[in-house]
Protein backbone atom coordinates (compact mmCIF):
# COMPACT_ATOMS: atom_id res chain seq x y z
CA UNK A 1 0.00 0.00 0.00
CA UNK A 2 2.84 2.37 0.57
CA UNK A 3 4.61 1.76 -2.64
CA UNK A 4 1.17 2.30 -4.77
CA UNK A 5 -0.08 5.56 -2.33
CA UNK A 6 3.39 7.33 -3.34
CA UNK A 7 2.74 6.73 -6.98
CA UNK A 8 0.59 10.21 -8.95
CA UNK A 9 -3.03 9.67 -8.88
CA UNK A 10 -6.27 9.72 -7.06
CA UNK A 11 -7.16 7.72 -4.42
CA UNK A 12 -10.06 7.13 -2.31
CA UNK A 13 -8.91 4.67 0.71
CA UNK A 14 -5.66 6.64 1.85
CA UNK A 15 -5.93 6.47 5.84
CA UNK A 16 -5.70 10.25 7.15
CA UNK A 17 -2.97 9.54 9.17
CA UNK A 18 -0.85 7.52 6.12
CA UNK A 19 -1.98 10.88 3.73
CA UNK A 20 -0.75 13.57 6.47
CA UNK A 21 2.74 11.21 6.33
CA UNK A 22 3.61 11.54 3.05
CA UNK A 23 6.32 13.40 2.39
CA UNK A 24 4.92 15.82 -0.11
CA UNK A 25 3.98 19.63 -0.13
CA UNK A 26 0.50 20.18 0.68
CA UNK A 27 -1.67 23.74 0.85
CA UNK A 28 -1.11 23.59 4.79
CA UNK A 29 2.88 23.58 3.93
CA UNK A 30 2.41 26.16 1.57
CA UNK A 31 0.40 28.92 4.02
CA UNK A 32 3.36 27.85 6.63
CA UNK A 33 5.98 28.78 4.44
CA UNK A 34 4.53 31.91 2.31
CA UNK A 35 2.39 33.39 5.36
CA UNK A 36 4.81 32.52 8.39
CA UNK A 37 8.61 31.52 7.71
CA UNK A 38 10.40 28.29 6.17
CA UNK A 39 11.87 27.48 9.42
CA UNK A 40 8.96 26.72 10.95
CA UNK A 41 7.44 25.14 8.40
CA UNK A 42 10.30 22.65 8.60
CA UNK A 43 10.25 22.37 12.67
CA UNK A 44 6.35 21.45 12.06
CA UNK A 45 7.26 18.77 8.96
CA UNK A 46 10.22 17.47 11.01
CA UNK A 47 8.25 17.20 14.70
CA UNK A 48 4.68 16.39 14.02
CA UNK A 49 2.33 16.86 16.74
CA UNK A 50 -1.36 15.65 17.64
CA UNK A 51 -3.49 18.28 19.87
CA UNK A 52 -6.86 16.71 20.32
CA UNK A 53 -9.18 18.74 18.93
CA UNK A 54 -11.54 21.10 20.80
CA UNK A 55 -15.21 19.68 21.39
CA UNK A 56 -16.27 21.99 18.72
CA UNK A 57 -14.13 20.96 16.12
CA UNK A 58 -15.19 17.26 16.89
CA UNK A 59 -18.91 18.28 16.07
CA UNK A 60 -17.65 20.11 12.92
CA UNK A 61 -15.81 17.20 11.84
CA UNK A 62 -18.84 14.93 12.56
CA UNK A 63 -21.16 17.10 11.14
CA UNK A 64 -18.83 16.70 7.95
CA UNK A 65 -19.00 12.96 8.30
CA UNK A 66 -23.03 12.70 8.51
CA UNK A 67 -23.31 15.27 5.39
CA UNK A 68 -20.55 13.77 3.13
CA UNK A 69 -19.82 10.22 4.41
CA UNK A 70 -23.14 9.14 5.72
CA UNK A 71 -21.59 5.22 5.71
CA UNK A 72 -18.34 6.06 6.90
CA UNK A 73 -17.55 3.79 10.11
CA UNK A 74 -15.17 6.31 11.13
CA UNK A 75 -17.43 8.10 13.75
CA UNK A 76 -16.85 6.49 17.58
CA UNK A 77 -20.04 7.73 19.88
CA UNK A 78 -18.70 8.16 23.40
CA UNK A 79 -21.63 7.92 25.88
CA UNK A 80 -20.55 10.79 28.04
CA UNK A 81 -21.75 14.46 28.80
CA UNK A 82 -18.06 15.51 28.73
CA UNK A 83 -14.44 14.44 28.92
CA UNK A 84 -13.49 14.18 32.89
CA UNK A 85 -14.20 10.58 33.02
CA UNK A 86 -11.01 8.51 32.92
CA UNK A 87 -12.72 6.27 30.65
CA UNK A 88 -13.90 8.99 28.40
CA UNK A 89 -10.76 10.35 28.42
CA UNK A 90 -9.50 6.35 27.00
CA UNK A 91 -12.24 6.15 25.08
CA UNK A 92 -11.19 9.38 23.05
CA UNK A 93 -7.90 8.62 23.26
CA UNK A 94 -8.33 5.12 21.52
CA UNK A 95 -10.08 6.45 18.80
CA UNK A 96 -7.76 9.00 17.89
CA UNK A 97 -4.94 6.65 18.06
CA UNK A 98 -7.15 4.25 15.43
CA UNK A 99 -7.90 7.39 13.07
CA UNK A 100 -11.31 7.03 13.92
CA UNK A 101 -13.49 10.22 15.76
CA UNK A 102 -15.14 10.25 18.84
CA UNK A 103 -18.17 12.37 19.57
CA UNK A 104 -20.08 12.45 22.85
CA UNK A 105 -23.08 11.76 23.18
CA UNK A 106 -24.98 15.40 23.55
CA UNK A 107 -22.52 16.89 20.59
CA UNK A 108 -23.51 14.24 18.03
CA UNK A 109 -27.10 15.74 18.84
CA UNK A 110 -25.36 18.91 17.38
CA UNK A 111 -24.18 17.66 14.76
CA UNK A 112 -27.34 15.67 13.94
CA UNK A 113 -29.04 19.14 13.95
CA UNK A 114 -26.70 20.45 11.98
CA UNK A 115 -27.29 18.39 9.19
CA UNK A 116 -30.84 18.52 9.71
CA UNK A 117 -30.33 22.30 9.48
CA UNK A 118 -28.25 22.35 6.26
CA UNK A 119 -30.87 20.50 4.45
CA UNK A 120 -33.54 22.92 5.34
CA UNK A 121 -31.27 26.12 3.92
CA UNK A 122 -29.59 24.51 1.50
CA UNK A 123 -29.50 22.05 -2.03
CA UNK A 124 -28.78 18.43 -1.31
CA UNK A 125 -25.39 17.33 -2.02
CA UNK A 126 -25.15 15.40 -4.93
CA UNK A 127 -25.71 11.62 -4.70
CA UNK A 128 -22.33 10.47 -6.32
CA UNK A 129 -19.80 12.93 -4.22
CA UNK A 130 -16.45 11.07 -3.41
CA UNK A 131 -15.36 12.33 -0.13
CA UNK A 132 -11.89 12.28 1.45
CA UNK A 133 -10.00 11.46 -1.74
CA UNK A 134 -6.27 11.81 -1.68
CA UNK A 135 -4.96 13.66 -4.98
CA UNK A 136 -1.24 12.96 -5.28
CA UNK A 137 0.22 15.17 -8.14
CA UNK A 138 3.99 16.08 -9.48
CA UNK A 139 4.16 19.76 -10.05
CA UNK A 140 4.28 20.17 -14.04
CA UNK A 141 6.80 23.69 -13.54
CA UNK A 142 9.43 22.00 -11.03
CA UNK A 143 8.75 17.84 -10.78
CA UNK A 144 8.07 18.71 -6.67
CA UNK A 145 5.84 15.95 -5.11
CA UNK A 146 2.55 17.52 -3.75
CA UNK A 147 -0.61 16.47 -2.26
CA UNK A 148 -4.14 17.11 -1.45
CA UNK A 149 -7.42 15.70 0.07
CA UNK A 150 -10.33 17.34 -0.93
CA UNK A 151 -13.49 17.11 1.73
CA UNK A 152 -15.55 15.79 -1.24
CA UNK A 153 -15.38 15.60 -5.28
CA UNK A 154 -18.04 15.33 -7.68
CA UNK A 155 -18.29 15.31 -11.42
CA UNK A 156 -16.28 19.05 -12.26
CA UNK A 157 -16.74 20.41 -8.79
CA UNK A 158 -14.76 20.10 -5.57
CA UNK A 159 -16.55 21.06 -2.06
CA UNK A 160 -14.93 22.62 0.66
CA UNK A 161 -17.31 22.05 3.87
CA UNK A 162 -15.99 25.32 7.07
CA UNK A 163 -17.91 25.14 10.55
CA UNK A 164 -17.45 28.24 11.65
CA UNK A 165 -19.05 30.35 14.88
CA UNK A 166 -20.37 32.87 11.95
CA UNK A 167 -21.40 31.89 8.70
CA UNK A 168 -21.71 35.56 7.50
CA UNK A 169 -20.66 35.95 3.91
CA UNK A 170 -18.75 38.90 5.40
CA UNK A 171 -17.44 37.18 8.41
CA UNK A 172 -16.17 34.12 5.86
CA UNK A 173 -14.32 36.62 3.27
CA UNK A 174 -12.05 37.85 6.09
CA UNK A 175 -11.72 34.20 7.13
CA UNK A 176 -10.98 32.83 3.95
CA UNK A 177 -7.97 35.93 4.02
CA UNK A 178 -6.82 34.85 7.32
CA UNK A 179 -6.41 30.96 7.03
CA UNK A 180 -5.60 31.10 3.38
CA UNK A 181 -8.22 29.23 2.18
CA UNK A 182 -8.03 30.36 -1.35
CA UNK A 183 -4.18 28.92 -1.32
CA UNK A 184 -6.22 25.88 -0.62
CA UNK A 185 -8.86 26.14 -3.56
CA UNK A 186 -6.45 27.01 -5.92
CA UNK A 187 -4.06 24.81 -5.20
CA UNK A 188 -6.57 21.29 -5.20
CA UNK A 189 -8.01 23.02 -8.63
CA UNK A 190 -4.50 22.82 -9.88
CA UNK A 191 -4.24 19.25 -8.79
CA UNK A 192 -7.55 18.46 -10.08
CA UNK A 193 -6.30 20.04 -13.16
CA UNK A 194 -2.83 17.83 -13.54
CA UNK A 195 -4.51 14.49 -12.41
CA UNK A 196 -7.74 14.77 -14.90
CA UNK A 197 -6.77 17.04 -17.61
CA UNK A 198 -10.19 19.00 -16.65
CA UNK A 199 -10.98 22.46 -14.59
CA UNK A 200 -13.66 21.73 -11.51
CA UNK A 201 -15.75 24.70 -9.78
CA UNK A 202 -14.80 24.96 -6.37
CA UNK A 203 -17.52 25.71 -3.90
CA UNK A 204 -16.88 26.54 0.21
CA UNK A 205 -20.19 25.36 2.41
CA UNK A 206 -19.89 27.26 5.83
CA UNK A 207 -22.06 26.36 8.42
CA UNK A 208 -22.40 27.89 11.70
CA UNK A 209 -22.05 26.03 14.91
CA UNK A 210 -24.07 27.80 16.83
CA UNK A 211 -28.43 27.62 16.31
CA UNK A 212 -29.69 27.82 14.37
CA UNK A 213 -27.28 26.77 11.99
CA UNK A 214 -27.17 29.15 9.06
CA UNK A 215 -25.42 28.34 5.86
CA UNK A 216 -23.61 30.00 3.09
CA UNK A 217 -22.24 28.96 0.37
CA UNK A 218 -19.35 30.49 -1.70
CA UNK A 219 -17.87 30.53 -5.07
CA UNK A 220 -14.01 32.19 -5.25
CA UNK A 221 -14.19 34.80 -8.09
CA UNK A 222 -11.19 34.04 -10.96
CA UNK A 223 -9.56 37.32 -9.14
CA UNK A 224 -9.44 35.59 -5.31
CA UNK A 225 -8.59 32.36 -7.37
CA UNK A 226 -5.36 34.05 -8.68
CA UNK A 227 -4.14 35.67 -6.09
CA UNK A 228 -4.44 32.04 -3.96
CA UNK A 229 -2.44 30.29 -6.66
CA UNK A 230 0.07 33.26 -7.00
CA UNK A 231 1.01 32.52 -3.22
CA UNK A 232 1.12 28.67 -4.51
CA UNK A 233 3.84 29.28 -6.85
CA UNK A 234 6.22 31.44 -4.47
CA UNK A 235 5.51 28.85 -1.71
CA UNK A 236 6.76 26.22 -4.10
CA UNK A 237 9.58 27.78 -5.24
CA UNK A 238 10.54 28.85 -2.04
CA UNK A 239 10.32 24.96 -0.46
CA UNK A 240 12.77 24.18 -3.52
CA UNK A 241 15.34 26.76 -2.79
CA UNK A 242 14.92 25.85 0.97
CA UNK A 243 15.36 22.02 0.10
CA UNK A 244 18.06 22.56 -2.45
CA UNK A 245 20.31 24.27 0.02
CA UNK A 246 19.50 23.13 3.41
CA UNK A 247 18.78 26.04 4.93
CA UNK A 248 15.28 26.87 6.19
CA UNK A 249 15.68 30.89 7.35
CA UNK A 250 13.11 32.29 9.87
CA UNK A 251 12.04 36.14 10.18
CA UNK A 252 15.76 37.76 8.71
CA UNK A 253 15.39 41.34 7.86
CA UNK A 254 16.01 42.28 4.60
CA UNK A 255 18.36 45.15 5.65
CA UNK A 256 22.21 44.99 5.96
CA UNK A 257 21.89 45.35 9.99
CA UNK A 258 19.40 42.49 10.11
CA UNK A 259 16.59 44.89 11.74
CA UNK A 260 13.44 45.11 10.20
CA UNK A 261 11.67 48.54 9.81
CA UNK A 262 8.88 48.75 11.45
CA UNK A 263 6.24 51.24 10.38
CA UNK A 264 2.67 51.41 11.32
CA UNK A 265 0.00 49.10 9.29
CA UNK A 266 -2.12 51.69 7.27
CA UNK A 267 -5.10 51.25 8.37
CA UNK A 268 -3.53 52.67 11.75
CA UNK A 269 -1.92 55.24 9.80
CA UNK A 270 -5.74 56.45 8.51
CA UNK A 271 -6.80 56.22 12.25
CA UNK A 272 -4.00 58.62 13.57
CA UNK A 273 -4.69 61.24 10.46
CA UNK A 274 -8.18 61.29 11.74
CA UNK A 275 -7.68 61.78 15.25
CA UNK A 276 -4.97 64.56 14.40
CA UNK A 277 -7.46 66.72 12.53
CA UNK A 278 -9.90 65.95 15.14
CA UNK A 279 -7.83 67.88 17.53
CA UNK A 280 -7.11 64.29 19.57
CA UNK A 281 -3.73 65.20 19.86
CA UNK A 282 -3.46 69.36 20.34
CA UNK A 283 -2.59 70.04 23.87
CA UNK A 284 -5.55 71.33 26.52
CA UNK A 285 -6.95 75.06 26.17
CA UNK A 286 -6.06 77.37 28.80
CA UNK A 287 -8.78 78.63 30.34
CA UNK A 288 -9.56 82.58 29.55
CA UNK A 289 -10.33 84.40 32.32
CA UNK A 290 -13.82 84.72 31.71
CA UNK A 291 -13.60 81.07 31.60
CA UNK A 292 -12.36 81.10 35.51
CA UNK A 293 -15.17 83.79 36.61
CA UNK A 294 -17.98 82.24 35.35
CA UNK A 295 -16.47 78.98 37.17
CA UNK A 296 -16.09 80.60 40.46
CA UNK A 297 -19.36 82.22 40.05
CA UNK A 298 -21.09 78.59 39.50
CA UNK A 299 -19.46 77.43 42.40
CA UNK A 300 -20.70 80.66 45.07
CA UNK A 301 -23.59 79.57 47.78
Known sequence: MINEIMNNGIFPKIKESSYHALPRLSSSGMKMI??????????????????DPSRDTEIGTAAHLLLLEPQSPRLVLIDAEDYRTKVAKELRSDAYADGRSPILAPDMEKAKEMVTAFYRQAAPLPSDIAAEVSYLWTDPETGTALKARPDGATGGMLIDYKTTANAHPEAFARRVVDNGHHIQAAHYLAGHRVLTGRDADWLWIVQSTKPPFLVSVHRPTQGTLQAGYEKVRAAIAIYNACRDSGKWPGYEAPTPDGVWSLDL???????????????????????????????????AP
Open 34 to 51: IEDCPAAFRYAADHPERD
Open 265 to 299: PVWAKFQHEERRERGDFLPPKKPSAADLERAVRAQ
